[in-house]
């Protein structure tokens, strides 16, 4: 890997402008927080993207959304220790 990176996670807005954006339902608000994706209903139109207030979806080469999801895998690949993924009560 190489570049500059920047994480910026999902927060789980509780009225997402994602979800309300798309046109298909490929976005799904979970009902204890979080967004899921549904990749299978996406059309690639960018809405979601365009809709996010913070910059968390960002859409990838075939014109679909990513995300983060909360996996931790920019944890084990920050070479300085400054990123963490830990529980905190709802």
Request: net charge negative; hydrophobic share 35%; proline share 8%.
């Amino acid at each position: 890997m190489e570049g500059d990176f920047i994480v910026v996670v999902c927060r789980g807005c509780n009225d997402p402008p994602c979800v309300r954006a798309c046109p298909n339902g490929a976005l799904e608000q979970r009902p204890d927080g979080g967004i899921v994706f549904h990749e299978e209903l996406c059309i690639g139109c960018g809405k979601c993207e365009k809709s996010c207030l913070i910059g968390a979806i960002s859409l990838g080469k075939d014109g679909k959304p990513i995300k983060c999801i909360h996996c931790g895998a920019c944890v084990a690949f920050c070479p300085h220790d400054v990123l963490k993924l830990e529980e905190v009560p709802a």
